[in-house]
């Protein structure tokens, strides 16, 4: 390690709380000085000795500040990221890049010209399960994979008092970066998307019911949500001329991280309950799925800043995330197959 660096974490909600500070304080050679929030007793309990700031410019105008995560709403992600940029810190944003993909490349162009590392939190690649189909499809276990299905089913019926379920936020722009960002990094760009759309809940102002469908030359992809799903536990359906891989229920790390656990402990990220593999030559098993591993973002993020690795998630991929985004909104919109 050449040298430790100062974070600031914007926002102190869900992922700023049980993702990004329990990961930063995880992770050797990074150190969460500030984190800039109205909730001062709430980091003082979480985080002793933590510095809270009022406001963004404080954190921004530190020059000891390296790196700056942007964990506030989705709405002013690219608000946010843009002054860090300006103050000439590195960024790292919480999914979704922006909510609009003119603001994503303008922020991509902005990190360009400026020398600095801009990375977006696509967790969710180091997912147990999705790890595991990775692992799958590169062994040739499933041949010639011909249909996909990713699924974040939930039944949350009453709508709640949150920013993520007022107009203009809504499932897509919480759940969708997740289930696009797996897809491309298995199968790269779609030949053409088509979405539908939909609010279900009683008195819902955000959509909360998501189909998409990505096609490709022989192969389907079909990327759901919903929020009125009782049995909602399927993860993942994807079959090939091999054979076929089913697993239900999600990765372990979002719970553990919400109890408190401690990032990389022993145990850490083994999900109990395995897959069923059938294979077209040999019957069907349970399959133990692959240990899932967030830290491993932050380590490959501190190694970036560093000059000794790659970024982990870098504005192209986010942006090819945000365009297969963009068009299953126009996609809903016009009733029909968007071509990029």
């Not at 276990?141 to 249909?147: I, N």
Request: hydrophobic share 45%.
């Amino acid at each position: 390690m050449t040298r430790s660096l100062n974070v600031a974490l914007l926002g102190y909600g869900m992922a700023g709380k049980v993702f990004h500070a329990p990961l930063i304080r995880a992770t050797s050679g990074l150190s969460l000085k500030t984190v800039v929030t109205s909730r001062a007793a709430q980091v003082a309990a979480d985080h002793p000795g933590v510095a809270v700031a009022a406001d963004i410019a404080a954190a921004l105008a530190d020059p000891a500040i390296d790196l700056v995560i942007v964990a506030t709403p989705d709405a002013v992600h690219a608000e946010h990221a843009r002054a860090a940029l300006s103050a000439g810190k590195a960024v790292l944003i919480d999914k979704p890049f922006a909510t609009r993909l003119d603001d994503a490349k303008a922020l991509a162009e902005q990190a360009r010209e400026a020398g600095l590392l801009l990375s977006v939190f696509h967790n969710r690649r180091w997912d147990s399960d999705f790890l595991t189909v990775r692992q799958l499809i590169a062994d040739g276990a499933l041949g010639r994979v011909t249909q996909f299905e990713s699924r974040f089913d939930r039944f949350r019926p009453v709508v709640a008092d949150q920013w993520k379920e007022k107009p203009g936020a809504g499932s897509w722009l919480n759940l969708g970066p997740h289930v696009v960002d797996q897809a491309l990094q298995l199968f790269g760009m779609p030949l053409g998307v088509y979405a539908d759309f939909a609010i279900q809940k009683d008195g819902g102002q955000a959509i909360d019911y998501c189909h998409v469908l990505l096609r490709y030359e022989r192969l389907r992809v079909v990327l759901q949500a919903g929020s009125l799903v009782p049995a909602n536990d399927l993860r993942f359906a994807v079959h090939g001329t091999g054979g076929s891989f089913i697993k239900h229920g999600l990765d372990p790390q979002e719970a553990a991280l919400a109890a408190g656990g401690i990032p990389g402990g022993e145990g850490w990220g083994v999900d109990p309950r395995p897959g069923v593999l059938t294979r077209v030559a040999g019957g069907q098993a349970p399959f133990d799925s692959l240990p899932g591993d967030y830290p491993a973002f932050y380590a490959r993020l501190r190694d970036a800043l560093n000059g000794e690795g790659e970024n982990p998630s870098n504005p192209q991929d986010a942006l090819a995330t945000m365009t297969v985004m963009d068009l299953a909104m126009r996609s809903a919109e016009a009733r029909r197959e968007v071509e990029p």
